[in-house]
């Protein structure tokens, strides 16, 4: 279990891609420190196991599968890319977002920024067959970022519009700071509002 409190900004070494995987590697020395084969490592928010790791440059290497590679940005990653990293909360240890799982549920596209005095509004779309886990004051991950929902635009027969306010220090210390219009991101809807409605329908 993660937090969506991004403790490094990483980078992509190389994707390898395969039929219907891929292996990525990544340098991130802060989430490699204490790291094994076996462990896990959130990247851009979707949760990857550690199969090789190479200590002295801090890099390692997870295998994509297919359906993460269809649920998220990472079929695009490219070297060079800069992404947010994150290890698992430990036991004990302080739950400074929300609980986010690592499982993307699909990707957004960031629609507009609007810079405010020292804080910034990003705007990005949610799929319409997410958009109803997403309500305004709860939270959403985004690239693997526990994040505020400000408001919740619902636009009949197309995705909603999720609006977000991101301070100094989440535009500074994650990818979110560099994400422009056009481009995608990760989405991760709380769990709780899932488990909540298969409870309802139940």
Not at 58 to 87: C, K
Not at 154 to 176: H, M, N
Request: hydrophobic share 45%; aromatic share 2%.
């Amino acid at each position: 279990m993660f937090t969506g409190i991004v403790e490094e900004l990483g980078e992509v070494v190389r994707l390898d891609p395969g039929r219907e995987s891929a292996r990525i590697t990544v340098r991130g020395p802060v989430v490699t420190s204490d790291a094994a084969p076996g462990a896990s490592i959130a990247v851009n928010g979707v949760c990857l196991t550690v199969v090789e790791l190479v200590s002295d440059e801090g890099t390692f290497s997870a295998d994509v599968m297919a359906e993460t590679l269809r649920r998220s940005s990472l079929a695009g990653a490219v070297p060079g890319a800069r992404v947010n990293l994150e290890r698992p909360v430990p036991a004990g240890g302080r739950l400074g977002g929300h609980v986010v799982q690592g499982h993307v549920d699909g990707t957004g596209v960031v629609v507009e920024r609007v810079p405010g005095e020292r804080w910034e509004l990003v705007r990005f779309t949610v799929p319409a067959a997410l958009a109803r886990y997403v309500v305004a004051k709860g939270s959403i991950a985004v690239d693997g970022v526990s994040l505020t929902v400000v408001s919740v635009e619902d636009r009949p027969g197309d995705d909603a519009v999720v609006t977000v306010s991101l301070i100094p220090e989440t535009i500074q210390r994650t990818t979110l700071g560099r994400r422009a219009p056009g481009e995608a991101v990760n989405l991760e809807v709380d769990v709780l509002a899932k488990y909540v409605e298969r409870l309802v329908h139940a």
